[in-house]
Structures are given as C-alpha cells and as structure tokens.
C-alpha cells in the first residue's frame, strides 16, 4: 500500500479557510461572550442556518449533482445551489466530480481523493489541505455537469457567489432580529465550522 505524497504544494486557500477560520471563531467569540450575550435569535440562527447549508450539500450536491439521484425543476435547483454555496465546500463541479470518483476508486490510496486508507487526519481535511495528485480536478467524469448553465455559473462565479450569499442570509436576517453580530459569529462562523466538520466526518468517522 502507498501513501499519500508528504511534500505537496500547499492549498493556501482551503487551509486558511478550513485553519484559519476556526482559529478565528475561538478567538473572538470568546471575547464577544464575555462583554455581550448571544441572543435567543443568534443561537435559532445557528440551527435554522445549518439546516440550509447541510441540504445544500446532502440533497444538492450529492444526491442530485453528484448521484443524479432525482430530477429537480429550475427554482429548486436554485434554491439548493444557494444552499450550497453557503456551506463553502467548492463548487458543485468541483465536489460533485471529486465524489464521483472517491466512488469509482473507493480507498485506492493513488486515485480516491480521500481515502481512509490513508489515514484518519488525510480523510477528515488533509486531502484539502495540499495539492495533492489524487485530489486535483478531473471532470472527465462529469460531462452532464459541464454542460449544465447553473452548476457552470456557479462555478464560474464560485468566490464572489460566496461573499453575496453569506451577505445576503447573515446581515438582512442579523438586522431582522437586531443582533447583527450575533447571527454572524454564531449563524456564520460557527455555522461554517459545524457544517464542514459534519460533512468530513462522513469520509471518517462513517
């Protein structure tokens, strides 16, 4: 059996993203607790929040895009690329096509993106954390995805699809409740925080 490559180019994105920001949240929610209170609506956020974003990528990005599970009219499907988006696990191309072939080579350790032969940490997050070979992108395997206008736009706009998304759920409903700061700390950060780790565990724990 082979492992993974142990020297591989640093994913400088992901590992801010999946380093940075929990690093981040136990810093600074910390300190907001300690001089303010989080309100009922901050922490009804968090729950309600995680639901949508855990939808995006159970009923959207695997069961429909990566598994073709079921069809979905346009609105849905809309509606679930949003969700999607908001749980900030790369773009349906990207994780769709990545899914696909974890299935095809499961826990070959040279061609399963994560495979959990190579470990427990590799599985959970590693694989994202470098550029390693097995993880890069193929989407050879996803040729209905690429003729698809909405997974396409999606990926072509993927960052700024991010930053209005979260903008667009976090503030207006942060302003509804008047608890701007909580809502963003609890129904974003830790919300992001949570919906990652659930989703890796499903290449670990499960």
């Known amino acids: 059996m082979t492992s993974a490559p142990l020297k591989a180019p640093i994913n400088w994105t992901a590992s801010i993203t999946l380093i940075g920001l929990p690093i981040l949240a136990a810093i600074i929610i910390p300190i907001y607790a300690y001089y303010y209170d989080f309100s009922v609506s901050a922490w009804v956020s968090l729950f ?55 299935h095809r080579h499961v826990d070959d350790v040279d061609q399963d993106p994560y495979s959990i032969n190579n470990g427990f940490w590799y599985a959970h997050m590693g694989w994202m954390l470098r550029n390693y070979p097995a993880a890069e992108p193929n989407y050879k395997n996803a040729p209905d995805l690429l003729n698809d206008k909405l997974v396409m736009f999606q990926h072509k706009y993927y960052v700024p699809l991010v930053i209005e998304v979260h903008a667009g759920l976090l503030l207006p409903i942060g302003w509804l409740v008047g608890d701007v700061w909580g809502v963003l700390l609890l129904g974003g950060l830790i919300r992001l925080f949570i919906s990652h780790h659930v989703t890796f565990d499903i290449n670990t724990l499960c």
């Open 48 to 102: 309600f929040l995680l639901a949508l974003s855990s939808m995006g990528i159970t009923a959207g990005y695997h069961r429909l895009w990566a598994h073709r599970a079921y069809e979905a009219a346009l609105p849905l499907k809309i509606l679930l690329m949003i969700a999607g988006t908001f749980a900030v696990q790369n773009s349906i191309l990207f994780w769709a096509s990545g899914h696909r072939t974890h």
